[in-house]
Antibody, heavy 119, light 107 residues
């Protein structure tokens, strides 16, 4: 059974940093592109970033580019999102998601970890 | 970036109704489109990929169609568990982008 468990969320001041983790199990982690999607309170889903199975390529939404870094440790079956220079508008529930075998869409999602940016 | 526009933003329907949601891309995306269902306090659920391919385990009352710039998600006979918000997402190019969502409410 595929399981994705996010952690690392919390309350941080504007300009601060936070690192999210997503522990994966139930599939061959290194074979799949993985990513992050967020949902701000009362808002819609917003795509954040993905990284290929080997970790060789990563992609970002414009609103996080230069501030967030996605990475993975295939030996630990874990996906990360390093978030720097956090802004109030980054406040959201952050979901970890696994790509389908065909790629592009996400067939499994974690339950999310809440990031609150506030002074 | 490719913009995805859903309509309507919300709708009211009754159990048993046929419901259609539209998603329009700002440029052609072939059939690189997915649909998700989102309920409060739960993770998104994957419904459809490649515009019209039903994910395993998803009820057959859900269907998708379209290609290029115009797409639809249809629920043929609305069930109580289908009241939720639905999102389209393009994966033709990066950055991937979601539509704004369509909330399906009980009439």
């Amino acid at each position: 059974e595929v399981q994705l468990l996010e952690s690392g969320g919390g309350l941080v001041q504007p300009g601060g940093s936070l690192r999210l983790s997503c522990a994966a199990s139930g599939f061959t982690f290194s074979s799949y592109t993985m990513g992050w999607v967020r949902q701000a309170p009362g808002k819609g889903l917003e795509w954040v970033s993905v990284i290929t199975g080997s970790g060789g390529s990563s992609y970002y939404a414009d609103y996080v580019k230069g501030r967030f870094t996605i990475s993975r440790d295939n030996s630990k079956n874990t996906l990360y999102l390093q978030m720097n220079s956090l802004r109030v508008e980054d406040t959201a529930l952050y979901y970890c998601a696994k790509d389908t075998p065909q790629g592009g869409s996400s067939d499994y999602w974690g339950q999310g970890t809440l990031v609150t940016v506030s002074s | 970036d490719i913009q995805m526009t859903q309509s309507p933003s919300s709708l009211s329907a009754s159990v048993g109704d046929r419901v259609t949601i539209t998603c329009r891309a700002s440029q052609g995306i072939s059939n690189w489109l997915a649909w998700y269902q989102k309920k409060p306090e739960t993770a998104p659920k994957f419904l459809i990929y490649a515009a019209s391919s039903l994910q395993s385990g998803v009820p057959s009352r859900f269907s998708g169609s379209g290609s290029g710039t115009d797409f639809t998600l249809t629920i043929s006979c609305l069930q109580p568990e289908d009241f939720a918000t639905y999102y389209c997402q393009q994966y033709n190019s990066y950055p991937r982008t979601f539509g704004g969502g369509t909330k399906v409410e009980i009439k």
